[in-house]
């Protein structure tokens, strides 16, 4: 009996010059390397197989960030600590600071799906505001796919804590041309929704999950495979 063997076609996004080269991901497997030369500005770069590598750069790019202020922030600590030797033992714990850990304020979990591969966005407290990634939109929870039913200013996701320092995630249209939904419910442009963690959204061809901040992500996981069957 003869098996035909159905292709999947990818596409990756040349970092320089944004074209888009497709290739056959069945005859590779999870976690292998390859490298690519675009064919438009000849530019080389490498990706895994079942990962983003533009995510992983704007985290490591985040990493450094803080990494950067943790260390002028140390400085600082130090410099002061040199100009008043004198200080009294009262006033010595009144300095920042220097290594305060990031804080964890959620995650929203991109399932994949034909456009793009699974993605997990990192919130901040404020606005999150989540839309398809173009080179030179300024927006700060941007999504890496070519769904064109997803806006490059789509939706928003406010963080923020109440009197009892627990997260409260609310979410609203940008406005954009498609649609945010949860469940079958539309959101209207003047909707704030309150959202917890587990929320399934979907906006365009595209669904993310919002996986609260200290929450395991056993559940998102689960959720995200019940998607793709």
Same mark, same amino acid.
């Given at each position: 009996?003869?098996?035909?063997? $159905? *292709?999947?076609?990818? #596409?990756?996004?040349?970092?320089?010059?944004?074209?888009y080269i497709t290739f056959d991901e069945t005859r590779y497997v999870e976690g292998q390397t390859l490298v690519f030369e675009c064919p438009e500005c000849h530019r080389q770069f490498g990706i895994r197989i079942g990962t983003s590598t533009l995510l992983k750069t704007r985290k490591?790019?985040?990493? /450094?960030?803080?990494?950067? +202020?943790?260390a002028l922030n140390a400085k600082n600590t130090s410099e002061q600590n040199v100009a008043a030797p004198d200080a009294s033992p009262a006033d010595a714990g009144t300095a920042p600071a220097a290594d305060a850990p990031a804080v964890d304020c959620g995650t929203v979990v991109v399932v994949e799906n034909v456009f793009h591969y699974r993605q997990e966005?990192?919130?901040?407290?404020?606005? !999150?505001?989540?839309? #398809?990634?173009? #080179?030179?939109?300024?927006? !700060? +929870?941007?999504? /890496?796919?070519?769904?064109? *039913?997803?806006?490059?200013?789509?939706?928003v996701i406010n963080v923020r804590r109440d009197r009892m320092g627990r997260f409260i995630y609310t979410l609203r249209? %940008?406005? *954009?041309? +498609?649609?945010? $939904?949860?469940? !079958?419910?539309?959101?209207?442009?003047?909707? #704030?929704?309150r959202i917890d963690h587990g929320t399934i959204i979907t906006i365009g061809a595209t669904t993310l999950i919002l996986q609260a901040a200290g929450? %395991?992500? /056993? /559940?998102? +996981? %689960?959720? %995200?495979?019940?998607?793709?069957?």
């Open positions: 009996m003869k098996i035909d063997h $159905f *292709s999947i076609v990818k #596409r990756v996004r040349c970092p320089k010059c944004d074209n490591q790019e985040k990493l /450094e960030q803080q990494q950067d +202020t943790q966005l990192p919130l901040q407290l404020g606005d !999150n505001v989540l839309g #398809r990634y173009v #080179r030179g939109t300024n927006i !700060n +929870t941007p999504i /890496e796919t070519v769904d064109p *039913s997803v806006d490059t200013t789509h939706c249209d %940008a406005p *954009s041309g +498609t649609g945010t $939904f949860v469940g !079958n419910t539309i959101l209207r442009d003047q909707d #704030r929704l929450q %395991a992500d /056993e /559940e998102t +996981t %689960a959720v %995200a495979k019940k998607q793709k069957r």
